[in-house]
């Protein structure tokens, strides 16, 4: 696709539910990260894909958060067991090789925890 | 402690003025990137500097690395209103994460 896709674009759930975010980077494109952005706040690492390699899950906040990649394709973010706390726009970006000088950012799933 | 720090936090000027954002870090980089974010969308970039003291322009932006790779400045000339959001900076970590300060947000009022 021309630019990097996520859906849904708006979530509301019940504390305690299961979520599945989707990103879908620009085709071709090897890398892929996860940010979190609080209402006012930054952005806040969360996990990065780079083709075939392990991924950098460091900026995971807890075992109830994880994340999968096929290839160098489709993401999904799934959050087990939703807290308040969880509520936060999720950003995906992608770029073409690792390390390069920019990322396409998705416009984000909007999460509010209920 | 914050690996990049920006200033102001928070900037709302009139139409027409001008202004200088900051981003600043203890740390030297090979290149660092300022992104704009408005609200409901995802942040775009908008440069990437990657010399020493290299200067580069966006129409009425103008982007400064400073000269040991430390800093940035972000110069924006008779803002508009379309120029309000959020302005990041990132860099690439040493474990190669992209870390983005926590941005200035800047409100033009028309």
């Known amino acids: 696709g021309a630019g990097v896709s996520q859906s849904p674009s708006n979530k509301v759930t019940e504390k305690g539910k299961d979520v599945e975010l989707r990103c879908d980077p620009i085709?071709?494109?090897?890398?892929l990260y996860w940010y979190r952005q609080r209402l006012g706040q930054g952005l806040e690492f969360l996990i990065y894909f780079q083709g075939n390699s392990a991924p950098d899950k460091s900026g995971l906040p807890s075992d109830r958060f994880s994340a999968e990649r096929t290839g160098e394709s489709v993401s999904t973010l799934t959050i087990q067991r939703t807290q308040q706390e969880d509520s936060a726009v999720y950003l995906c970006?992608?770029?073409?090789?690792?390390?390069?000088?920019?990322?396409?950012f998705g416009s984000g799933t909007r999460l509010t925890v209920v | 402690t914050q690996l990049l720090e920006q200033s102001p936090q928070f900037l709302s000027i009139q139409e027409g003025e001008n202004l200088t954002v900051y981003c600043n870090s203890s740390s030297v980089f090979s290149s660092l990137q300022w992104y704009r974010q408005e609200p409901g969308e995802g942040p775009v970039l908008l440069v990437t500097?990657?010399?020493?003291?290299e200067v580069k322009k966006l129409k009425r932006l103008t982007f400064q690395f400073g000269d040991a790779r430390k800093d940035s400045s972000l110069h924006i000339t008779a803002a508009q209103p379309g120029d309000t959001g959020l302005y990041l900076c990132a860099v690439q970590g040493r474990d190669d994460k992209i870390i983005f300060g926590k941005g200035t947000r800047l409100h033009i009022l028309p």
């Open positions: 970006a992608s770029s073409l090789i690792f390390r390069s000088y920019g990322y396409t």
């Open positions: 500097v990657v010399t020493g003291g």
């Open positions: 085709s071709g494109h090897t890398a």
